[in-house]
């Protein structure tokens, strides 16, 4: 069995490399809360499959962003750090990953090395059916409701690790051929991967099952700091905007976030720099539109994130 998996891998990433087009570099897009603007699906089949590669992201990361649907991943090759809510996994090749529906999320590429993993994001309610069904209230809730649960990682030595990245797999074969019964089987193989998921998650002991509401908070913080980025912030304002004290409000993200409230802020302008810096706007007008008070500073923070200066960067990307 483990013999045959190899192989369909084997031959599946070749398809993918030689199939795969290589698109400009991107960035997840939000809305002010942190939700991201995308369509996972429709409403008559909110599931969305893709390939994505992480290189293909602006410093090879996305962004922080939740979204209402659940996010199972399989790295096909690479390293990717994967950061949910104050949870940090590295995993490689094989490895996979569920997300909890409305969870804060981001990652980055490790190394140099082409990273590209498999994403399947999906609405509860496809496993589900209706409203209050026995299958929502007694196995979907269990997991979903649960603020403790953001994520789950299934490392490809376990059975369960093996089970989830195995229907992840032939979700994406299903997705590149689809059958005429397609959404029927790829049904199919979600609820075999929820399986996996409840019985993991069945498992655990019950303190930890306790929700918390502490990352409600976080993305009330993230959310005002992406909407006000490009302002003159004060820690009161970022303080009052999740309703906690200076020093609470700077222990709590740093212990979440591991980084501090202004380096994350830095984070965010220089993010949001590089869309203009691509689009020819100059770069002391791109210092003002993100929040720098001058340009020397926006250089020099700018080349502390990304290596090089604004001009060199925006050269880079229109050779």
């Known amino acids: 069995m483990i013999i045959i998996i190899m192989r369909r891998k084997k031959d599946n990433n070749k398809?993918?490399?030689?199939?795969y087009k290589d698109i400009e570099k991107m960035q997840i897009h939000t809305e002010e809360n942190q939700k991201e603007i995308k369509?996972?699906?429709?409403?008559?089949?909110?599931?969305?499959?893709?390939?994505e590669?992480?290189?293909?992201?602006?410093?090879?990361?996305?962004?922080?962003?939740?979204?209402?649907?659940?996010?199972?991943?399989?790295?096909?090759?690479?390293?990717?750090?994967?950061?949910v809510n104050d949870q940090t996994y590295i995993f490689t090749e094989g490895d996979a990953l569920f997300v909890n529906a409305n969870t804060l999320h981001s990652g980055n590429r490790i190394g140099k090395k082409?990273?590209?993993?498999?994403?399947?994001?999906f609405h509860p309610r496809f496993l589900y059916g209706y409203e209050s069904s026995i299958l929502q209230t007694?196995?979907?809730?269990?997991?979903?409701?649960?603020?403790?649960?953001?994520?789950?990682?299934?490392?490809?030595?376990?059975?369960?690790?093996?089970?989830?990245?195995?229907?992840?797999?032939?979700?994406?074969?299903?997705?590149?051929?689809?059958?005429?019964?397609?959404?029927?089987?790829?049904?199919?193989?979600?609820t075999h991967a929820w399986i996996q998921l409840y019985e993991q998650f069945k498992?655990?002991?019950?303190?930890?099952?306790?929700?918390?509401?502490n990352f409600k908070?976080?993305?009330?913080?993230?959310?005002?700091?992406?909407?006000?980025?490009?302002?003159?912030?004060?820690?009161?304002?970022?303080?009052?905007?999740?309703?906690?004290?200076?020093?609470?409000?700077?222990?709590?993200?740093?212990?979440h976030m591991h980084m501090t409230i202004f380096e994350f802020l830095m984070y965010l302008r220089i993010q949001n720099s590089l869309p203009l810096l691509k689009e020819g706007e100059s770069v002391t007008k791109v210092a003002d539109m993100v929040g720098f008070s001058s340009p020397a500073y926006f250089g020099q923070i700018f080349k502390r994130y990304m290596k090089c200066t604004p001009r060199e960067w925006k050269l880079g990307t229109t050779l």
């Open 15 to 19: 398809y993918i490399r030689d199939n």
């Open 39 to 51: 369509e996972h699906g429709t409403y008559a089949f909110p599931v969305n499959v893709s390939l």
């Open 53 to 83: 590669k992480i290189q293909n992201y602006e410093q090879d990361s996305f962004l922080w962003h939740w979204h209402p649907e659940i996010e199972l991943t399989w790295v096909m090759e690479g390293r990717v750090e994967y950061h």
């Open 114 to 121: 082409t990273c590209s993993y498999i994403s399947v994001t």
């Open 138 to 190: 007694k196995y979907v809730n269990f997991i979903t409701d649960n603020d403790e649960w953001g994520s789950l990682y299934l490392p490809r030595t376990t059975k369960s690790g093996k089970a989830v990245a195995g229907d992840i797999q032939k979700i994406y074969e299903l997705y590149l051929d689809p059958p005429e019964d397609y959404e029927l089987q790829v049904h199919l193989l979600l």
């Open 203 to 213: 498992a655990l002991p019950a303190p930890a099952r306790k929700p918390r509401p």
């Open 217 to 255: 908070r976080l993305r009330e913080i993230i959310a005002y700091l992406e909407e006000h980025y490009a302002e003159e912030i004060s820690l009161d304002d970022v303080a009052a905007s999740a309703h906690i004290c200076k020093s609470e409000c700077c222990r709590f993200f740093k212990k």
